[in-house]
Structures are given as structure tokens and as C-alpha cells.
């Protein structure tokens, strides 16, 4: 078990730490945001690390990260916590194929199904509405606005909407 924090400035620096507490390979590695700072590069050679780790037989890592584009490209499970409570827990891989964020107008709203919304936030033009079934309203309502779900779409829905 290592745990580290990073957050120096100097992109070796930083590296060296990620590649010390990987030395000893280590079962679980915690990491505090790994690529916070970093320049493009040296950012996706420590992704490339830290994929190539997680390959190994009974290796983990726990990350804490900001850094949408690095957990949707790197983990397999998002822990969502809110003032140390778990909200959602999902595989990323559901999560990036089955949830949508739905743009939708007043009068929109007022007509949708809402069975299969999770999280719904008032908006200047509307609603955005987070919801695990994309699919259904794609086929349903064909004229509405659905994003693919990213992260940084998901989690202001999730902590500034009412969730349902």
C-alpha cells in the first residue's frame, strides 16, 4: 500500500513520486489528482504508467481527481461523494454508454416521462436532466436535445438539481 499526494509544479518532480510509490508494486495505490499541473505530455505518459500498472494481477488504484478526461479514460468504477456521502457508484463503462443529459424546454418537461430521470436541474433555457436510460428517449422523444454523459456534465446535475 502506498499513498501519495501530488501536486508539485515540476513535472519530474511529480513523476518521481508517482514512479517511487510504484517501485515496490504495491497492491493499492492511492493517488490524490496525478495529473494535476502537468503539461499535455508528461500527463499521458503518466496515464500510459498507470494504465500499464493497473494491467498487472491484483493491482489497484484508488484516485481522487478533477481531471474528468483522465477517470473516463482510466477507471473502471466512479465513486461520486458529496460531503462524504457516496451518491453514485457506477461502472465507467455504463456510465459513458447508457447515461445522457437531456436539454429540454419548459413545455418539454412538462410532457416527459420522468420514470427513468435520476437528477433533474433548472436551467435558463429549461431543464438538463440526468438520466441511465439515454436510449429510451432518443427512441421517445426524437426532437429533444440528449448529450452523451460526461462527467462534468453528470455531476453538477447531481449536486445542484434535486435528484429524484
Known sequence: FHSITTGASND????TKIARAMISNPRLLIL?????????????????????????????ILISSHISSD????????????????????????????YGVLKV?????????????????KEPFGYS????????????????VIEQNHIDTMIPILLKGERL
Open 32 to 60: 490524490d489528482e496525478p495529473t494535476a499541473g502537468l503539461d499535455v505530455l508528461t500527463r499521458d505518459e503518466i496515464l500510459d504508467i498507470l494504465r500499464d500498472y493497473m494491467e498487472q494481477e491484483d493491482c489497484t
Open 71 to 98: 477517470l473516463e479514460s482510466l477507471c473502471d468504477d466512479l465513486y461520486i461523494i458529496d460531503y462524504g456521502h457516496m451518491i453514485m457508484h457506477e461502472e465507467m463503462d455504463t456510465l459513458l454508454s447508457l
Open 129 to 144: 436532466c440526468l438520466t441511465n436510460v439515454r436510449q429510451f428517449y432518443s427512441e421517445n422523444y426524437p426532437t429533444i
Open 105 to 121: 424546454s419548459k413545455e418539454d418537461y412538462e410532457n416527459l416521462d420522468k420514470d427513468y430521470l435520476l437528477a433533474v436541474m
Open 12 to 15: 519530474i518532480e511529480q513523476a
